[in-house]
C-alpha cells in the first residue's frame, strides 16, 4: 500500500473517544442514546470488512463458513450489528475475538455469545470477571462493574490462537502491558488486513489504561514488534478511526517515544507533574492533543508510567 499523504486525519471532538474510558460502565450506557447510532459498514479487503457504530471498531470475515468478528462494541448497539452483518452476508456468526477487556470493545459479549464462542487473550476474562477501577492513574478515570457470566470468553489463551475458517488462518496474538495487559492484535493473511485494538488508534494521544497493566514502553513494544512481522501493504484497522497502512503506524510510534522521552527528561531533572504541565512539555506534539486525551493527559501517563506509580505490572524499556 502506497503512504497516503499526511495519513487518515486525526480524530479530535468525538464522543465516541471519550466514550473508550467510560464504556464499561452502565451508567454511561444508559447515558447514551444508541437509538441515533448508525452502523457504517466499509469493505476493507478481500473478505474483510470494517463496521463503525460507537465504540472501537469492528472487523468481521465473511465467507462461506461463516463470520469472524472482532470485537462487538456496545450491548444496545448487537441488535444493529447483527443487522449489519445480515446486509453483507446471510451465513451466521462463528467466532467472536476480543482485543481487550474495555466495554466499548465487549458489551456485545452476552448477545453474540448465543450464537458463537467468545475468544480471548486470559486476562480479558479476568478482567471482565473481576471489574474494577481502569484509568492512568490520575485525572483519567472510571469504572468498570463485574460482566455477566454470559458475557465472558469461554475460550481463551495466554500467547496466540489461530482460527481456520473462510479459507484463511485468522491469527490472534497477545500483546502485554500496552493498552491493557490482555491486548490482541488479530491478523487476517488471506485478507492481508490486521485488527490493531487500542494498542494503536487515530483519535490522537492515546488511553493507556495502566490501571489495567498498560504501559507507554508496552504499548511501544507491541508496535515495534508487529510491524515487522506484517506485509508492507496490509490493511490496518485502527481501535478507533480510520483505515490506515503501516506509515501511519510508524508516525504513533515515533510520537510514543518522542513524548516519553521529553516527559523522562523532565523528569530526571526532577521536574514534578505540575512543572512539566506548566512548562508544556509535549507543545512540539500539540497536534496529537484531543478533547479526550489532552496534552496534560498525557502527560500525567507517562508521568505515572515511568515513575512506577502504576503498580506492579510487566514494563517494557
Known amino acids: ?32 442514546d444508541f437509538s441515533k447510532v448508525q452502523i457504517k ?86 478482567r471482565l470477571e473481576s471489574g474494577g477501577t481502569h484509568g492512568n492513574l490520575g485525572s483519567i478515570h472510571g469504572e468498570s462493574k463485574p460482566a455477566p457470566k454470559d458475557a465472558l470468553p469461554i475460550i481463551t489463551f495466554d500467547h496466540d490462537v489461530t482460527v481456520h475458517l473462510n479459507g484463511d488462518d485468522i491469527r490472534a496474538l497477545h500483546f502485554p502491558s500496552g493498552h491493557t495487559d490482555g491486548d ?10 490486521v485488527h490493531m485494538g487500542d494498542d494503536f488508534v487515530r483519535y490522537g494521544f492515546p488511553f493507556i489504561d495502566l490501571n489495567a497493566g498498560g504501559s507507554v514502553g508496552g504499548m511501544i513494544a507491541a508496535m515495534e514488534e508487529v510491524i515487522p512481522k506484517l506485509p508492507p501493504d496490509v490493511k490496518v484497522i485502527p481501535g478507533h478511526g480510520a483505515i490506515s497502512n503501516l506509515d501511519d503506524v510508524r508516525e504513533y510510534v515515533k510520537m510514543l517515544k518522542e513524548t516519553r522521552a521529553a516527559v523522562q527528561a523532565g523528569i530526571q531533572q526532577g521536574k514534578t507533574l505540575d512543572q512539566l504541565k506548566q512548562e508544556k512539555v509535549l507543545e512540539p506534539w500539540k497536534k496529537w492533543s484531543g478533547d479526550f486525551i489532552n496534552s496534560d493527559a498525557f502527560i500525567e501517563t507517562i508521568y505515572n508510567d515511568s515513575t512506577g506509580k502504576a503498580g506492579t505490572y510487566l514494563k517494557h524499556n
Open 41 to 126: 459498514v466499509t469493505k476493507v479487503a478481500g473478505n474483510v470488512y470494517m463496521l463503525e457504530g460507537a465504540g472501537g471498531n469492528i472487523a468481521a470475515s465473511v465467507g462461506d463458513d461463516g463470520i469472524v468478528i472482532v470485537d462487538d462494541q456496545y450491548a444496545p448497539l448487537a441488535d444493529k450489528i447483527q443487522a449489519a452483518l445480515k446486509g453483507i452476508t446471510d451465513k451466521p456468526v462463528r467466532f467472536v475475538i476480543n482485543t481487550h477487556y474495555h466495554g466499548d470493545h465487549t458489551g456485545g459479549n452476552a448477545y453474540f455469545q448465543k450464537q458463537a464462542p467468545v475468544i480471548a487473550q486470559d486476562n480479558v476474562r479476568k
Open 184 to 193: 490482541s492484535i488479530i491478523f487476517f493473511p488471506k485478507a492481508n488486513v
Open 1 to 32: 500500500m502506497p503512504p497516503r499523504n499526511g495519513g487518515a486525519p486525526l480524530l479530535r471532538n468525538t464522543a465516541l473517544a471519550c466514550a473508550l474510558l467510560l464504556a464499561s460502565s452502565l451508567a454511561f450506557a444508559q447515558d447514551e
